[in-house]
């Protein structure tokens, strides 16, 4: 029960994972006992970025109480996002790049939050900051990460200190960084595996806007019609999950990666009023939002500001 683990939230997307292997990585550089471990199953575009740099998923766990005393956490704050039995642990680190919210600790602990599209973006700077060097494989999965958070350095929530730490890591990884990010955002967009069910939990968050309960879900696509085609099926899995975990509102986000323009599909009681914080009404069950990539920047505030 010594050893430290890192994790990132629930339903796991590349930032997580890779940012979990990463910090546990420069910890035991440090002299940590860290382990890296998620909680849940990996989408298409984090197997493809682990496979290519040569890495194995970490091991998936359940309960944290059962696992470690202490823990960090990375790309994520919020209680309701992260591992069950989180309450009864330490947190002794934050590593995060997403608003703060729903998060109380009872000792202090080292948190570190900033403004950028990525926690790769923070991670760079913690390796030159306690002078430990990147190798090129490590490297590769930050700039996966990188490349993923941002969408390949075309969402609003890319800054300056992304795309320079993109360069960086990619002169590390040796990785050419158009076609590398081109090929694992599509294969990140290949949903033709996954059901519909499985899309709902893909890249699905937790949050609370005022007294609203409410999840908020995005999947990518090359095509929107691959999720939206089947949207009679994908209503009604909405309302059942709205049902089964009391929740106000599921706002469920298909973007298209070509166009850099999403469409929602919402259910719950203020599934209206969603739609109006965007300006926008429902028309065929669906909710044009054009230029809206990002759930972090142009969506979570969105609600958050009109669903109070």
């Known amino acids: 029960m010594s050893k430290t683990l890192v994790f990132g939230h629930k339903n796991p997307d590349t930032d997580t994972i890779t940012s979990a292997i990463v910090y546990a990585y ?12 998620r909680l849940g199953e990996l989408n298409n575009e984090t197997k493809y970025a682990l496979e290519k740099f040569n890495f194995e998923a970490p091991r998936l766990i359940a309960n944290v109480k059962d696992e470690a005393a202490q823990v960090i956490l990375v790309d ?27 998060f109380t600790t009872a000792d202090p602990l080292y948190f570190r939050a900033e403004p950028v599209g990525c926690t790769a973006t923070i991670l760079n700077k913690l390796f030159k900051e306690n002078n430990v060097e990147i190798p090129a494989n490590i490297a590769g999965l930050m700039l996966s990460a990188i490349i993923s958070d941002t969408l390949l350095f075309k969402s609003p929530t890319c800054t300056e200190q992304d795309v320079k730490a993109g ?16 090929a ?24 609370e806007f005022g007294e609203y309960k409410a999840t908020v879900a995005q999947v990518n696509a090359v095509d929107i019609e691959d999720v939206l085609g089947r949207q009679e099926e994908l209503e009604n899995l909405l309302n059942k999950n709205i049902a089964d975990n009391g929740l106000d509102l599921f706002f469920f986000v298909v973007t298209d990666i070509l166009n850099n323009d999403s469409t929602a599909v919402a259910a719950g009681q203020v599934a209206e009023e969603a739609a109006k914080a965007f300006g926008a009404t429902i028309v065929n069950g669906r909710i044009s939002l054009p230029g809206v990539v990002s759930r972090k920047k142009q969506i979570v505030p969105v609600l958050t500001e009109n669903l109070k």
């Open 26 to 37: 420069l910890k035991q550089q440090l002299g940590v006992d860290a382990e890296a471990v």
């Open 76 to 102: 994520h704050n919020e209680f309701q996002q992260s591992a069950d039995g989180i309450e009864d642990v330490q947190i002794t680190e934050v590593i995060d790049h997403h608003r703060i919210a729903n």
């Open 167 to 182: 360069e960086e890591l990619a002169a590390i990884a040796n990785a050419d960084t158009a076609q590398y990010g081109l």
């Open 184 to 207: 694992m955002l599509k294969a990140g967009a290949d949903l033709s595996d996954k059901s519909l069910e499985d899309l709902l939990s893909l890249d699905a968050k937790g949050f």
